[in-house]
Each structure stands twice: as structure tokens, then as C-alpha cells.
């Protein structure tokens, strides 16, 4: 696996109720996309953003076996925070990220890739 990738953009488009997500990832200087379709209400687009976030992860590393298990967002103090939970084999990987300028898509792809972080360190 290269070195951690960071998030570089994520688009999002409804189209009637489903909602279209594409999460672009940069690793070592390349670009990798992942999209994901879905119900286009609010609380399902985080979702569709978790799922998107794996798949450009996936195309990085096709052996990567990963699922997303969950996506939340909590208040912590003063702070909004976005949660997921990622199964990897036997295992369950968490992450998180705050909250910045109102964006929860970006918080929410920035906790999935904290969740795997871990693993993408291993060699």
C-alpha cells in the first residue's frame, strides 16, 4: 500500500431522490475515485460518502477487504464529530474527525479514512 492517501475532493449530485457521491483520494501523486449511489435524503448521504471513501481506497489496494459498518456524527463539547466504524476481517476499525465549516461530507470521509489508517501503515 502506498503511503496514507489524503482526501482531495468529494462531489455530490442529486438527481430526483438519489443522490450521486464521488470521493477523490490522493496517493503518491495519483488520483484515485470511488462513487457511490443511494438515497438521496440527508442522513443516507453520509453513508453513500463512507461508501465512496472505501471504493477509492479499494482502488488503491484491490485486495483491501473492507465494509463499512456504520457512519454517525455526535456532539462532543462544543464540537460536532463524525464517527465510522469499518469491519476488516475479524476486526472492527473506528475513526473520527470534527466537524469543520458546517461539512459533515468531509468529516465523514476524513473519520473512514482515520478508521483504516491503521492498517495502511502495516507492511
Not at 457521491?21 to 490522493?26: A, I, K, P
Not at 475515485?33 to 465512496?52: I, T, Y
Not at 466537524?99 to 468531509?106: E, I, K, S, T
Request: proline share 6%.
Amino acid at each position: 500500500m502506498p503511503p496514507r492517501p489524503a482526501l482531495s475532493t468529494i462531489d455530490q449530485k442529486l438527481v430526483g431522490e438519489r443522490a450521486v457521491v464521488e470521493v477523490t483520494l490522493t496517493a503518491q501523486h495519483s488520483q484515485y475515485r470511488g462513487r457511490a449511489e443511494g438515497d438521496g435524503s440527508p442522513g443516507h448521504r453520509h453513508r453513500l460518502v463512507g461508501e465512496a471513501t472505501l471504493r477509492a481506497l479499494r482502488s488503491i489496494s484491490p485486495d483491501l477487504a473492507l465494509d463499512l459498518s456504520a457512519v454517525a456524527s455526535s456532539d462532543l463539547g462544543s464540537l460536532r464529530v463524525a464517527l465510522a466504524q469499518v469491519h476488516q476481517g475479524g476486526h472492527e476499525l473506528v475513526g473520527s474527525a470534527i466537524v469543520r465549516g458546517g461539512d459533515p461530507a468531509v468529516a465523514t470521509a476524513k473519520a473512514v479514512l482515520d478508521a483504516v489508517n491503521r492498517i495502511l501503515d502495516r507492511p
